[in-house]
């Protein structure tokens, strides 16, 4: 395992105290001397030994576990979508995904997606729904790890708590596609209505067809539930920012995404290295920098939190007490 990077809010929390109980109230007079000039240099500080004690080894491990659980999320939201009585829903949300990856991406993972979700009906549909719910929700408790890791925390929880935890997060994450799906179609007819009945409304149309970008910002929406559900519950609060992280990492998604196909047209010929595997290693390499834009997220929101004034609580353990905890 990698070890924790020491600019982690609980190590700095650690040689705070340290330091306190030996300056007293000099080392905070200093402190606050240090902060205001500081403070922008000392963030991308924590940030980048952050990223470099952690960010290659979890990229790859996202970047595997994304290509692992992406067939069963979407054999998921099929089923739940079934159930719902709404079955196309499945394939909108696989087309939604797929408008946010690079187009070399989207052509070798389109057909092989819609194949897996044809050819399963029935019991096979439900069997297929109950492992994809087990193996997606690895992914999910990875990006957990990464977040404990830049925060400088472990829990010593039950492991079947949080992986409940997550399959609940993965069955809420299709209801709100489900939902957005359906604002789609509201917004769309809407706007046919107001054309048609309301011709001059022409600036009320725009206003409403520009609604229909709503899905871009989904993104940034995901990712920010993502960041506050699954940060340390000591910094969980108002106090400790989640949406600087979950920002970074939009930005950074959509940023590869554009600029993956240039990079890619002027490498030249990557398939005759590859062979017919071309197209799943650029599917790897764009999940492993989108891996480690998750990364970076999490370390910049750990950046940002300050000294907190309580320490961990609900059962977290910094990493060098858990194996105490244990014993």
Same mark, same amino acid.
């Given at each position: 395992?990698?070890?924790?990077? @020491?600019? %982690? /809010? ?22 606050? *001397?240090?902060?205001?000039? =500081? ?6 500080? =924590? +940030?980048? $030994? ?24 979407? #054999? ?5 979508? =079934? ?10 949300? +696989? ?5 946010? +990856? @690079? /187009? ?26 109950? #492992? ?20 400088? $925390?472990?829990?010593? *929880?039950?492991?079947?708590?949080? *992986? ?9 994450? $299709? ?6 799906? %359906?604002?789609?179609? $509201? ?11 309301? /011709? ?31 940060? /340390?519950?000591?910094? =969980?609060? *108002? ?25 890619? %047209? ?13 197209? +799943? ?14 990364? #970076? ?9 300050? #000294? ?20």
């Amino acid at each position: 395992m990698p070890e924790i990077s @020491p600019q %982690s /809010p609980e190590e700095r929390r650690t040689r705070l105290e340290a330091a306190r109980a030996s300056l007293g109230g000099q080392l905070d007079k200093q402190y606050a *001397r240090f902060r205001p000039g =500081r403070r922008t240099i000392e963030i991308l500080k =924590r +940030v980048a $030994v952050g990223v470099y004690s952690d960010g290659l080894i979890h990229a790859g491990n996202l970047a595997y576990l994304a290509l692992l659980t992406l067939f069963p999320f979407f #054999i998921v939201a099929a089923a739940i979508a =079934r159930l719902a009585g709404r079955t196309r829903d499945g394939i909108l949300a +696989v087309d939604a995904f797929l408008r946010t +990856v @690079p /187009p070399g991406v989207a052509t070798v993972l389109k057909q092989p997606i819609n194949d897996v979700l044809n050819a399963r009906t029935g019991n096979l549909l439900w069997f297929g729904a109950l #492992i994809g719910l087990w193996t997606t929700a690895s992914f999910i408790e990875t990006i957990r790890d990464i977040l404990r890791r830049a925060y400088g $925390v472990r829990s010593n *929880r039950p492991f079947w708590e949080y *992986r409940l935890g997550s399959i609940g997060m993965i069955i809420g994450a $299709v209801i709100l596609l489900m939902v957005a799906f %359906s604002f789609q179609v $509201v917004l769309v007819g809407v706007e046919q209505f107001i054309r048609r009945v309301i /011709p001059f409304a022409d600036d009320t149309a725009a206003l409403i067809a520009a609604g229909r970008t709503a899905p871009g910002i989904a993104l940034f929406g995901a990712m920010y539930m993502l960041y506050y559900w699954l940060t /340390p519950r000591a910094y =969980r609060s *108002r106090a400790y920012p989640k949406w600087p992280g979950a920002m970074m990492t939009t930005l950074w998604w959509l940023g590869v995404t554009a600029a993956m196909p240039i990079v890619l %047209s002027n490498i030249g010929s990557y398939d005759l290295t590859y062979g017919s595997l071309a197209g +799943v290693m650029i599917a790897l390499v764009f999940f492993f920098l989108v891996g480690l834009g998750v990364v #970076i997220g999490a370390e910049l929101n750990a950046a940002l939190a300050e #000294i907190p004034v309580v320490g961990l609580k609900d059962g977290e353990t910094k990493p060098d007490e858990q194996g105490a905890t244990a014993k």
